[in-house]
């Protein structure tokens, strides 16, 4: 599957916007809902990129691999996670500093088109030889 870079880095504009947000109110709430846009970025599509879509009609001139995104987003669902956990549980530091540490790759990848979850993603497959093969059934 192939993705519109436009559309990632649209979606991670979004997302920033929405992360600092929650850092400004101290909204659980409103990182409860940028945790699930993450999980259905990783089992489905993006909200942001399918927003994007609907108003962006023209095709993109290049399209890249799905895989390292999705990945991305599911870096980002652990951190929102966190930072949900430490919003119920009271532990404000943790609450802050996972939602800080999403805030800043979605940032990155917003403003610099550096995704740091997928670079990660990359790393990963670099390291471990058994992840670079394909399953086949």
Do not use: H
């Not at 993705?3 to 101290?26: E, H, M, N, Q, S």
């Not at 089992?43 to 990129?49: A, E, F, G, I, L």
């Not at 802050?96 to 088109?113: I, K, Q, R, Y």
């Amino acid at each position: 599957m192939r993705a519109d870079p436009r559309a990632l880095r649209f979606g991670a504009a979004v997302t920033t916007l929405v992360l600092a947000l929650v850092l400004v109110i101290g909204s659980p709430w409103l990182l409860a809902v940028q945790a699930l846009a993450f999980a259905l970025g990783v089992v489905w599509r993006s909200p942001y990129s399918m927003l994007f879509k609907a108003f962006v009609k023209s095709a993109p001139k290049e399209t890249e691999d799905s895989r390292p995104p999705r990945f991305a987003q599911g870096v980002g669902l652990v951190f929102a996670v966190a930072g949900l956990i430490g919003y119920v549980a009271g532990i404000t530091p943790l609450a802050f500093a996972a939602t800080a540490a999403a805030l800043l790759a979605a940032f990155l990848n917003a403003a610099f088109g550096f995704c740091l979850g997928c670079e990660m993603y990359l790393l990963i497959r670099r390291l471990l030889p058994a992840a670079n093969m394909e399953v086949s059934q």
